[in-house]
């Protein structure tokens, strides 16, 4: 036979070949109908042989694909469609030699053997029409889109797919083939069209049909199963190539309610009827079960339990190889479901569980928490009876096995649907049905309700149970929202149950049974997902709004699993930790939590941590720093470090040990001394997020954090440096955090600036001016770009002046880089700079500094014009402070032409997305308040000046973002402090008074309209007002204002209501206090009229005391009492010289104001 064999190995077509050769001799002869009885017997053998070579072993190479169709095609038109049981046998070949060698047919070829399978399906018999399904469902497998001619004959409302798989088909296997068929004409191909809406109807309805159906007496289980596996995959393939988005309430409920059936099919112990479907409600659904036929053994059912976790990994991996590749055929004969005693496990025992020596433990994270002796007594109370224990003889286990293979399968393919699912329907509507999936503590004397931690808990099948783990994350993913309702912090005496406390207890329930799930799991590959799980609900759970303690808990179970022998399971263990440190921090509890010392809620039997970590000063060892620790670090009361920041140093910088580091051939380290790439990232973002929300902690280990960031940035990986780059950066920012005028922390807890000097040299005589110089990689200079940004500029104006001129040179440099990740992280970094002391007042570098972001200003990547025009906004924010500080020396030496550039680049800027515009616009205020005299009577300027009033006015005007606007009212206020500009005499003066005017009373946005109102506040002379008519209609529309400045459709604009009363009414009293003659009769129209209204609100403003105001500034209870008063004066020298000429008594009507505001404050003083 080797001698047979060894030719044919280099031309694995030949034999193929032959086949074709022998089918082409057999064409009937011209004038010949049919063939005679032996060319029909050779046929017989000819297929059979074929399908005999199909069934078996594949060979290294198969035939091409050319070759398969035309063997295919000549076999079809070699039979008849009355030879029926050659049709059959055709049909066999098509279906084995197409899934055999994963032949795509070519459109023409499926076209003639399409054509050949719908006219056997109507003319032949319905015995064969199994076989003719078969071949029809590999014929159409990922061919859809070339099927679209006959989907009428498959799919139409008399389709022969659609009658096959209806539930009144008699014939179960006909109707599974059926449906195999049309979830394979669901399969979607990337870029091809895809089924036509009134055909993904037609799948969607029979596929869940099919899933709505129970399984009768006659039909056997594994069919059943099958059955249901390709009514899931055909639902799967609808949700994800067809981007189905599931809107109706009935249809989405209907699903839901089949999937939650097929989660729990044929799982052990546990039996559910569902409803046909599920509505949306925010208290838990009922599920109705069916009692287990023995009355005696349904708490045995409820309680079998977790031998599976203690398996040995021989028997583990003996069920994860079996036929078509599926895991699961052996184990769920094997594997056990989680005990009464296990779910009765207290969680504190878990923290103060034995822990041995990690090398020795290494291979066994995931043992019972439980002493050993306490273990073996209880072990034959919840030990599951094997199969060698049951009734039935080896042959039905192995049947009985089969069978729950296939039913894990169902139960799998059901979660791979929802996850689908999940993704297709909105999130707010997904959460009506929270309820029926996650977990709630049961009431008093009522059972638990099955949900997705049943699975996670109960089912035998790793993978499901993996599976089951993957749709809870889904769903708490984006749940914060949802989650932020949720509050027990106080106890609830009422007679119901709010829903804040019902969601909380689901949480709280979710806590519980993931750590059970945690310490019982047995697969790293499920632990894995476990633990992912626990870091999307730590995520996204509120917990400053929960009773404190399931941190704590979660953060002692983890402990001993940063030590596991699979690097999937340690990665994800740091992840956990991270979302720990991130969630709403600081919380008190996790302050509490980073001060233990590493050995808390651990045994004195050994450390969690690997031993290597053990002495808390080996990682300072392998850190040279130049500095000591802080004596007294702020928020830090142990003396030793803090557990989580000494593990993570000690991963990234510490070589590996094998006896405690993975060995996994997915992450080959033979090359590195390390330990694997991805813990070692994971560390590093676990550091990052530690001294982003902790940094009073991290604090005490400034210098030793910024050696292990250099060390970082040194290696050759760049994804190691880029997350150096990344906690140099946060590290910097922490310091500048601390150094806010408004920061809460004394001054003799911040880090010294000395400190942060000496770091900052280390940073630029290491590793990081090469990085933004030399590196290939965009990312890892943006990282790096963004970390020197973060410099402390008290610390900057003390580095050495060489090192000052390096970090300058590199960013202006770097300004012209090709890539826009880069080139707007250096703009970014220039604006940062700009506002320096030290350096905004030196000119060259303004000037340079200018030219850069100008030019960057320019760029086709809108990223970099946004953030060119944030710098741009601060260069002319430091061109004011100049201004106000240096006087006219700054403003002579600054170039004019500069200054126009910068007012041009601005005004076009002005133009650009919202991103940009929000700064261009209050660049353009700037540069307008900064213009001297000399420079408005320059001709070139001129236009310059009228175009940038022009782009500010229809800016307030727009309809753009609000942010947009508020800047723009912002600029306008800014133009008219300059006294040099024509204000009240030129004609853009009305436009924009008018602009402000109109926004003042009618913008939705209250924010927008206390800017408007300041801006209308700030000409301090009656001249820049204008003429008589534009001072009125200011007054008229502030006043407008005033009374509608309670109404909003907005209810979140309520808050700054008080404010823009305030602002309004400083404005009409300035308004006042510079009013001429002719002003004052259509005052006092407005005061006969709504005197009493105003009166209110201005009284209100005088009672409101102390109250800083949208601008940042305090006015107290004196200034505007003076402002009122001053107001009464110059109206009553104004009145006096009219002599009784007119009738207006406004001086009168305010004193009245003051008189009843003096009335009242005393009333209040009594």
Same mark, same amino acid.
């Given at each position: 036979?080797?001698?047979?064999?060894?030719?044919?190995?280099?031309?694995?077509?030949?034999?193929?070949?032959?086949?074709?050769?022998?089918?082409?001799?057999?064409?009937?002869?011209?004038?010949?109908?049919?063939?005679?009885?032996?060319?029909?017997? *050779?046929?017989?053998?000819?297929?059979?042989?074929?399908?005999?070579?199909?069934?078996?072993?594949?060979?290294?190479?198969?035939?091409?694909?050319?070759?398969?169709?035309?063997?295919?095609?000549?076999?079809?038109?070699?039979?008849?469609?009355?030879?029926?049981?050659?049709?059959?046998?055709?049909?066999?070949?098509?279906?084995?030699?197409?899934?055999?060698?994963?032949?795509?047919?070519?459109?023409?070829?499926?076209?003639?053997?399409?054509?050949?399978?719908?006219?056997?399906?109507?003319?032949?018999?319905?015995?064969?029409?199994?076989?003719?399904?078969?071949?029809?469902?590999?014929?159409?497998?990922?061919?859809?889109?070339?099927?679209?001619?006959?989907?009428?004959?498959?799919?139409?409302?008399?389709?022969?797919?659609?009658?096959?798989?209806?539930?009144?088909?008699?014939?179960?296997?006909?109707?599974?083939?059926?449906?195999?068929?049309?979830?394979?004409?669901?399969?979607?191909?990337?870029?091809?069209?895809?089924?036509?809406?009134?055909?993904?109807?037609?799948?969607?309805?029979?596929?869940?049909?099919?899933?709505?159906?129970?399984?009768?007496?006659?039909?056997?289980?594994?069919?059943?199963?099958?059955?249901?596996?390709?009514?899931?995959?055909?639902?799967?393939?609808?949700?994800?190539?067809?981007?189905?988005?599931?809107?109706?309430?009935?249809?989405?409920?209907?699903?839901?309610?089949?999937?939650?059936?097929?989660?729990?099919?044929?799982?052990?112990?546990?039996?559910?009827?569902?409803?046909?479907?599920?509505?949306?409600?925010?208290?838990?659904?009922?599920?109705?079960?069916?009692?287990?036929?023995?009355?005696?053994?349904?708490?045995?059912?409820?309680?079998?339990?977790?031998?599976?976790?203690?398996?040995?990994?021989?028997?583990?991996?003996?069920?994860?190889?079996?036929? *078509?590749?599926?895991?699961?055929?052996?184990?769920?004969?094997?594997?056990?479901?989680?005990?009464?005693?296990?779910?009765?496990?207290?969680?504190?025992?878990?923290?103060?569980?034995?822990?041995?020596?990690?090398?020795?433990?290494?291979?066994?994270?995931?043992?019972?928490?439980?002493?050993?002796?306490?273990?073996?007594?209880?072990?034959?109370?919840?030990?599951?009876?094997?199969?060698?224990?049951? %009734?039935?003889?080896?042959?039905?286990?192995?049947?009985?096995?089969?069978?729950?293979?296939?039913?894990?399968?169902?139960?799998?393919?059901?979660?791979?649907?929802?996850?689908?699912?999940?993704?297709?329907?909105?999130?707010?509507?997904?959460?009506?049905?929270?309820?029926?999936?996650?977990?709630?503590?049961?009431?008093?004397?009522?059972?638990?309700?099955?949900?997705?931690? @049943?699975?996670?808990?109960?089912?035998?099948?790793?993978?499901?149970?993996?599976?089951?783990?993957?749709?809870?994350?889904?769903?708490?993913?984006?749940?914060?929202?949802?989650?932020?309702?949720?509050?027990?912090?106080?106890?609830?005496?009422?007679?119901?149950?709010?829903?804040?406390?019902?969601?909380?207890?689901?949480?709280?329930?979710?806590?519980?049974?993931?750590?059970?799930?945690?310490?019982?799991?047995?697969?790293?590959?499920?632990?894995?997902?476990?633990?992912?799980?626990?870091?999307?609900?730590?995520?996204?759970?509120?917990?400053?709004?929960?009773?404190?303690?399931?941190?704590?808990?979660?953060?002692?179970?983890?402990?001993?699993?940063?030590?596991?022998?699979?690097?999937?399971?340690?990665?994800?263990?740091?992840?956990?930790?991270?979302?720990?440190?991130?969630?709403?921090?600081?919380?008190?509890?996790?302050?509490?939590?980073?001060?233990?010392?590493?050995?808390?809620?651990?045994?004195?039997?050994?450390?969690?941590?690997?031993?290597?970590?053990?002495?808390?000063?080996?990682?300072?060892?392998?850190?040279?720093? %130049?500095?000591?620790?802080?004596?007294?670090?702020?928020?830090?009361?142990?003396?030793?470090?803090?557990?989580?920041?000494?593990?993570?140093?000690?991963?990234?910088?510490?070589?590996?040990?094998?006896?405690?580091?993975?060995?996994?051939?997915?992450?080959?380290?033979?090359?590195?001394?390390?330990?694997?790439?991805?813990?070692?990232?994971?560390?590093?973002?676990?550091?990052?997020?530690?001294?982003?929300?902790?940094?009073?902690?991290?604090?005490?280990?400034?210098?030793?954090?910024?050696?292990?960031?250099?060390?970082?940035?040194?290696?050759?990986?760049?994804?190691?440096?880029?997350?150096?780059?990344?906690?140099? *950066?946060?590290?910097?920012?922490?310091?500048?955090?601390?150094?806010?005028?408004?920061?809460?922390?004394?001054?003799?807890?911040?880090?010294?600036?000395?400190?942060?000097?000496?770091?900052?040299?280390?940073?630029?005589?290491?590793?990081?001016?090469?990085?933004?110089?030399?590196?290939?990689?965009?990312?890892?200079?943006?990282?790096?770009?963004?970390?020197?940004?973060?410099?402390?500029?008290?610390?900057?104006?003390?580095?050495?002046?060489?090192?000052?001129?390096?970090?300058?040179?590199?960013?202006?440099?770097?300004?012209?880089?090709?890539?826009?990740?880069?080139?707007?992280?250096?703009?970014?970094?220039?604006?940062?700079?700009?506002?320096?002391?030290?350096?905004?007042?030196?000119?060259?570098?303004?000037?340079?500094?200018?030219?850069?972001?100008?030019?960057?200003?320019?760029?086709?990547?809108?990223?970099?014009?946004?953030?060119?025009?944030?710098?741009?906004?601060?260069?002319?924010?430091?061109?004011?402070?100049?201004?106000?500080?240096?006087?006219?020396?700054?403003? *002579?030496?600054?170039?004019?032409?500069?200054?126009?550039?910068?007012?041009?680049?601005?005004?076009?800027?002005?133009?650009?997305?919202?991103?940009?515009?929000?700064?261009?616009?209050?660049?353009?205020?700037?540069?307008?308040?900064?213009?001297?005299?000399?420079?408005?009577?320059?001709?070139?300027?001129?236009?310059?000046?009228?175009?940038?009033?022009?782009?500010?006015?229809?800016?307030?005007?727009?309809?753009?973002?609000?942010?947009?606007?508020?800047?723009?009212?912002?600029?306008?206020?800014?133009?008219?402090?300059?006294?040099?500009?024509?204000?009240?005499?030129?004609?853009?003066?009305?436009?924009?008074?008018?602009?402000?005017?109109?926004?003042?009373?009618?913008?939705?946005?209250?924010?927008?309209?206390?800017?408007?109102?300041?801006?209308?506040?700030?000409?301090?002379?009656?001249?820049?007002?204008?003429?008589?008519?534009?001072?009125?209609?200011?007054?008229?529309?502030?006043?407008?204002?005033?009374?509608?400045?309670?109404? @909003?459709?907005?209810?979140?604009?309520?808050?700054?209501?008080?404010?823009?009363?305030?602002?309004?009414?400083?404005?009409?009293?300035?308004?006042?206090?510079?009013?001429?003659?002719?002003?004052?009769?259509?005052?006092?129209?407005?005061?006969?009229?709504?005197?009493?209204?105003?009166?209110?609100?201005?009284?209100?403003?005088?009672?409101?005391?102390?109250?800083?105001?949208?601008?940042?500034?305090?006015?107290?209870?004196? %200034?505007?009492?003076?402002?009122?008063?001053?107001?009464?004066?110059?109206?009553?020298?104004?009145?006096?010289?009219?002599?009784?000429?007119?009738?207006?008594?406004?001086?009168?009507?305010?004193?009245?104001?003051?008189?009843?505001?003096?009335?009242?404050?005393?009333? @209040?003083?009594?």
């Amino acid at each position: 036979m080797a001698a047979v064999a060894g030719p044919e190995e280099p031309e694995p077509g030949g034999s193929f070949r032959r086949y074709l050769a022998r089918l082409g001799a057999l064409r009937p002869q011209p004038g010949a109908e049919r063939p005679d009885s032996g060319r029909r017997t *050779e046929l017989h053998l000819l297929f059979d042989q074929l399908i005999s070579e199909s069934c078996g072993p594949a060979p290294a190479a198969g035939p091409s694909p050319q070759d398969v169709c035309a063997l295919l095609v000549q076999a079809c038109q070699l039979v008849h469609l009355d030879q029926e049981h050659l049709v059959s046998k055709v049909c066999q070949l098509i279906h084995h030699l197409l899934n055999k060698f994963q032949v795509m047919v070519d459109e023409q070829n499926l076209n003639f053997l399409l054509s050949y399978c719908i006219s056997a399906l109507k003319q032949c018999s319905s015995w064969t029409h199994v076989e003719i399904l078969q071949a029809l469902a590999a014929l159409v497998y990922n061919n859809g889109p070339k099927c679209q001619k006959y989907l009428p004959d498959l799919l139409g409302k008399t389709g022969l797919l659609v009658r096959f798989s209806d539930s009144a088909q008699p014939d179960v296997e006909l109707r599974r083939a059926a449906v195999r068929s049309m979830a394979n004409l669901c399969l979607s191909v990337p870029g091809q069209p895809y089924l036509d809406e009134s055909y993904r109807s037609v799948c969607f309805q029979t596929f869940l049909s099919v899933l709505q159906s129970s399984k009768t007496s006659d039909v056997d289980d594994i069919t059943f199963c099958m059955l249901l596996q390709n009514a899931l995959k055909g639902i799967q393939s609808l949700l994800n190539g067809g981007k189905m988005k599931l809107m109706q309430t009935d249809q989405i409920g209907s699903l839901l309610a089949v999937l939650k059936k097929c989660m729990f099919h044929g799982l052990p112990g546990l039996s559910i009827e569902m409803p046909a479907a599920l509505y949306p409600a925010p208290l838990p659904q009922y599920d109705k079960r069916s009692p287990v036929k023995q009355e005696p053994s349904e708490p045995a059912a409820f309680k079998q339990t977790g031998n599976r976790r203690k398996k040995s990994k021989g028997k583990q991996k003996k069920g994860e190889v079996g036929e *078509e590749g599926r895991e699961d055929l052996g184990d769920a004969g094997n594997e056990s479901v989680l005990g009464a005693d296990m779910l009765k496990l207290h969680l504190g025992d878990v923290q103060n569980s034995p822990c041995s020596d990690p090398r020795t433990r290494a291979s066994d994270v995931a043992y019972v928490p439980a002493g050993k002796d306490h273990l073996s007594s209880h072990y034959t109370s919840w030990k599951r009876i094997s199969s060698s224990e049951s %009734e039935y003889s080896d042959a039905e286990g192995g049947i009985q096995s089969k069978m729950r293979s296939y039913q894990a399968n169902v139960r799998q393919g059901a979660l791979a649907c929802f996850l689908s699912a999940i993704k297709s329907i909105e999130k707010r509507v997904l959460y009506g049905y929270w309820s029926a999936f996650v977990p709630d503590a049961p009431g008093i004397g009522s059972p638990q309700s099955v949900s997705l931690m @049943t699975i996670a808990l109960k089912d035998p099948s790793p993978k499901t149970r993996a599976c089951a783990l993957q749709v809870l994350s889904a769903i708490l993913e984006g749940s914060k929202q949802f989650l932020s309702v949720a509050e027990d912090a106080n106890d609830h005496k009422r007679a119901f149950t709010p829903f804040s406390v019902t969601i909380a207890s689901s949480i709280r329930e979710l806590h519980r049974c993931l750590l059970l799930a945690l310490v019982a799991e047995s697969s790293s590959q499920t632990l894995t997902q476990i633990v992912k799980c626990l870091a999307n609900l730590v995520s996204n759970a509120p917990y400053s709004r929960l009773k404190p303690g399931l941190l704590t808990r979660v953060w002692n179970q983890i402990k001993p699993y940063i030590c596991h022998k699979d690097v999937n399971v340690r990665v994800s263990s740091l992840t956990l930790l991270g979302a720990i440190v991130s969630v709403q921090a600081p919380l008190p509890e996790v302050q509490l939590l980073l001060q233990q010392p590493s050995s808390s809620g651990l045994s004195n039997s050994g450390s969690a941590t690997p031993h290597r970590f053990n002495s808390s000063e080996q990682w300072r060892k392998a850190l040279p720093s %130049e500095g000591e620790p802080l004596d007294n670090p702020a928020g830090c009361t142990s003396s030793e470090p803090c557990w989580l920041l000494r593990l993570c140093v000690s991963i990234i910088v510490l070589p590996r040990e094998d006896s405690c580091s993975d060995s996994d051939a997915n992450f080959p380290s033979f090359s590195s001394i390390y330990e694997p790439c991805p813990l070692r990232l994971e560390s590093l973002q676990v550091l990052a997020l530690l001294v982003k929300g902790y940094f009073s902690m991290a604090q005490s280990y400034f210098l030793e954090l910024g050696e292990v960031a250099c060390r970082c940035m040194e290696e050759m990986d760049p994804s190691i440096q880029l997350h150096g780059a990344k906690l140099l *950066e946060e590290l910097g920012t922490g310091v500048l955090q601390q150094y806010k005028p408004d920061s809460a922390v004394a001054p003799d807890q911040r880090v010294p600036v000395s400190m942060v000097v000496t770091f900052w040299t280390m940073m630029l005589n290491g590793p990081l001016p090469g990085t933004l110089q030399n590196s290939p990689h965009a990312t890892l200079q943006t990282s790096a770009c963004d970390a020197l940004s973060s410099i402390l500029p008290e610390a900057f104006s003390r580095l050495q002046n060489d090192q000052q001129i390096l970090c300058v040179t590199l960013l202006l440099g770097l300004n012209h880089s090709e890539n826009p990740l880069v080139k707007a992280a250096a703009a970014r970094a220039l604006g940062v700079y700009i506002l320096f002391s030290c350096l905004r007042q030196d000119v060259m570098f303004v000037a340079d500094t200018a030219n850069a972001i100008l030019n960057s200003l320019h760029d086709k990547s809108p990223n970099v014009r946004a953030k060119a025009a944030w710098s741009l906004g601060n260069l002319t924010d430091t061109l004011i402070i100049n201004m106000e500080t240096m006087g006219q020396s700054f403003q *002579e030496e600054f170039s004019d032409l500069l200054l126009l550039k910068m007012l041009r680049s601005a005004t076009e800027a002005s133009k650009d997305r919202d991103k940009v515009k929000s700064n261009a616009v209050r660049a353009l205020g700037n540069v307008l308040h900064f213009l001297q005299p000399y420079h408005i009577a320059n001709p070139r300027f001129k236009e310059a000046i009228e175009e940038s009033l022009q782009a500010l006015i229809s800016t307030v005007q727009s309809e753009a973002t609000m942010k947009v606007r508020w800047n723009a009212c912002y600029a306008l206020g800014n133009v008219f402090k300059n006294p040099a500009l024509p204000l009240g005499e030129a004609p853009w003066t009305t436009q924009a008074y008018s602009a402000l005017s109109s926004v003042v009373k009618s913008c939705k946005n209250f924010k927008v309209r206390i800017k408007s109102a300041m801006a209308l506040s700030i000409p301090s002379k009656r001249e820049c007002y204008g003429s008589t008519e534009q001072f009125c209609q200011i007054w008229s529309a502030l006043v407008v204002a005033l009374q509608k400045s309670e109404d @909003t459709e907005d209810f979140l604009e309520f808050k700054y209501s008080a404010s823009l009363r305030t602002q309004i009414c400083q404005a009409l009293l300035h308004l006042l206090s510079l009013a001429k003659s002719t002003d004052l009769p259509v005052i006092w129209e407005t005061i006969r009229e709504d005197g009493d209204a105003i009166k209110s609100y201005v009284l209100q403003y005088l009672k409101s005391g102390v109250e800083e105001n949208e601008a940042g500034t305090r006015t107290d209870l004196c %200034e505007r009492e003076g402002v009122l008063k001053g107001a009464i004066e110059h109206l009553g020298g104004i009145e006096k010289q009219l002599e009784g000429k007119a009738r207006v008594r406004v001086s009168v009507y305010l004193e009245d104001v003051l008189t009843n505001h003096a009335n009242a404050a005393e009333l @209040t003083e009594a």
